[in-house]
Each structure stands twice: as structure tokens, then as C-alpha cells.
């Protein structure tokens, strides 16, 4: 890490429900992160999705961020901070790429269900080919006839994109490997793609940790970041929390927040997530204190069993 620049990292929770082990995971190196080259942090609620999101998730993830001694320079619960009041700003984004000729509606209905949220293993779907691409305008004139509300899809070009991440080292990947991908639901909803590009470039963030499932999207980002004239932040993946045979979700029963802060001080939470990451003996440990000895270097890079 160049810790010559100011560092600007960000959390970005989806308040769909409880914060989990591997939230609280990747907070932890999130914070560290940033703090140890005295670096500032940014709430921001990524609430896209009506259906999914709620004040109350939002405004609990917040209070246990805090419990946890996690906390953060600026950002939630300011208005600009949370996604779900930043449509005019993604509208302005989505407008330059029309311009540009970039976007076309896409009447599939496949994953539209997940585009506002990150995905996950398994939910990334190749669509190298979507034959909404080539669509003429009289085929797409009669779909709207028909009452068919499209989804706004960007043509990615055939191009490699190459990043340095902070622990995994060089990756690559095709942009024309994942295909097409959606930056608006056909309810209106900007996707996560586009939101969260646009949210790291607008807001200043210069460095990004999260779990390594998100490489692919990581390559997404920085194509998408550049043709929108900002620059891309630099990037640090942490190896996934894996409950059974399972990547750990916010359905993740005991081990999620509830269950946890009413048997467990935050020292001795701080200190079981480190020694799971790699950082300490599992001795109760506030954040602070993990600060002093702090590297990417004796973090995992295996996914962690639990």
C-alpha cells in the first residue's frame, strides 16, 4: 500500500439484514486497512433495492459497526451516503453512457431479480451473446407495444482488463468473458454495477477491501470507473468466511450480530476474527490494538472454514 496519499477506504453494507461474521471480518480489515496508514473511512448504505433494504437494518448495522469499535470519519446517516437517494446522480451517469452509445434495453428477464444487489458466488451468469444487443428498432418498438419493460444492459468490449490487488497479487479477466451486464432494472432500479462505480469515484474512495468473490466484479469497475473519466481505487481481496460448504450470508443464524453481541464482548469478538484471519492468538483484542502489528502479509488467503 502507498500510504504517501491519503487514504480513503469505505464500508458499504446492504442493509438487507444482520450484519454476519464475515461482514464483521471484512470490516475489521477494512478499518485496519485504512487506519494503519491514517487513512479515513466512509459509511455508505448501498440500498439500492427497495424490496430488500430497510431504515432499521441500516440504522443496526451502524450500532454494531460502533459496538465493535469500528468506526468511521463521515458518512451514514447522511442523505448522500445512502444509494437509495442518489438516483439523480446515477441518472446523470446513466445519461453520459447513453450518449456515448454504450447501453441498450434488454428484455430478459434472466437475473434482473439480483442486478441491485452484489453478487455472489454462483449468480455471476456468462452472456457473451444477448441477443437484445441486436435487436433493430422496429423488433424493439413492437416489444414495447407489447408492454415489455426493459432492462439497460452496457456493451462491454472485447478487452482485457489488468489489476494489481493488495493481496491476491495480478489478476485479469476478459471483459467479454462475463458478458453484457445490467446497470438498470426494468422497475428503474440502477444496478449494482453502475451505483457502486459511480459511489467509489464520486465519493473519493481510493482504496476498496472485500471479499475475494468480488474480483470479477473489481474488473467491471475499473473499466466502468475509467469510462466515466474517474480513477479506479486500488483494490485489496480477503479470503471468504465458509459456514459448512456455504460463502456465510446475512441468513447465517448464530453467527450473525444478534446472536453474538449478547454472548460476546467486543474484545472478544475482535479477537476470534482475528485469529481466524490470521491476525492473533483469538485473545480478546480491541481494533486499536490490532493496529500496532497490523499487515496484509499474515492475513489468510485461503477461504476460512468456521
Wanted: hydrophobic fraction near 35%.
Amino acid at each position: 500500500m502507498n500510504s504517501a496519499k491519503n487514504i480513503i477506504g469505505r464500508y458499504a453494507p446492504s442493509p438487507s439484514g444482520i450484519l454476519h461474521l464475515g461482514n464483521m471480518a471484512t470490516s475489521l480489515l477494512t478499518w485496519l486497512d485504512a487506519k494503519s496508514a491514517g487513512g479515513s473511512i466512509v459509511l455508505r448504505m448501498e440500498d439500492l433495492d427497495p424490496e430488500r433494504s430497510s431504515d432499521a437494518f441500516a440504522a443496526r448495522i451502524a450500532r454494531d459497526l460502533k459496538y465493535l469499535g469500528l468506526d468511521w470519519d463521515i458518512g451514514y446517516p447522511q442523505d448522500e451516503y445512502s444509494q437509495s437517494k442518489r438516483t439523480a446522480l446515477y441518472e446523470a451517469a446513466f445519461d453520459i453512457l447513453m450518449r456515448r452509445d454504450m447501453l441498450y434495453p434488454c428484455y430478459c428477464s434472466r437475473s434482473e431479480r439480483l442486478a441491485a444487489s452484489a453478487p455472489h458466488p454462483g449468480e455471476q451468469h456468462r452472456d457473451p451473446g444477448c441477443k437484445c444487443r441486436h435487436l433493430s428498432r422496429l423488433e424493439r418498438e413492437e416489444l414495447d407495444a407489447r408492454g415489455r419493460k426493459p432492462a439497460w444492459k452496457v456493451k462491454v468490449p472485447d478487452k482485457r482488463i489488468y489489476f494489481v490487488d493488495g493481496h491476491y497479487g495480478k489478476f485479469e479477466e476478459n471483459l467479454a468473458d462475463g458478458g453484457d451486464f445490467i446497470v438498470k432494472r426494468s422497475d428503474g432500479v440502477f444496478a449494482y454495477q453502475l451505483a457502486v462505480s459511480f459511489d467509489d469515484m464520486d465519493m473519493g474512495i481510493n482504496r476498496v477491501v472485500r471479499g475475494r468473490d468480488l474480483l470479477s466484479s473489481t474488473v467491471r469497475q475499473i473499466w466502468l470507473i475509467s469510462e466515466l473519466g474517474g480513477s479506479p481505487p486500488e483494490y485489496c481481496h480477503a479470503p471468504l468466511l465458509i459456514s459448512g460448504e456455504k460463502k456465510m450470508s446475512k441468513r447465517s443464524g448464530e453467527l450473525n450480530m444478534e446472536h453474538l453481541a449478547a454472548k460476546f464482548a467486543p474484545e472478544e469478538l475482535i479477537g476470534y476474527i482475528a485469529r481466524l484471519l490470521g491476525l492473533s492468538d483469538g485473545s480478546p483484542i480491541t481494533a486499536n490494538e490490532l493496529l500496532r502489528n497490523f499487515s496484509w502479509d499474515k492475513v489468510h488467503k485461503d477461504d476460512i472454514i468456521i
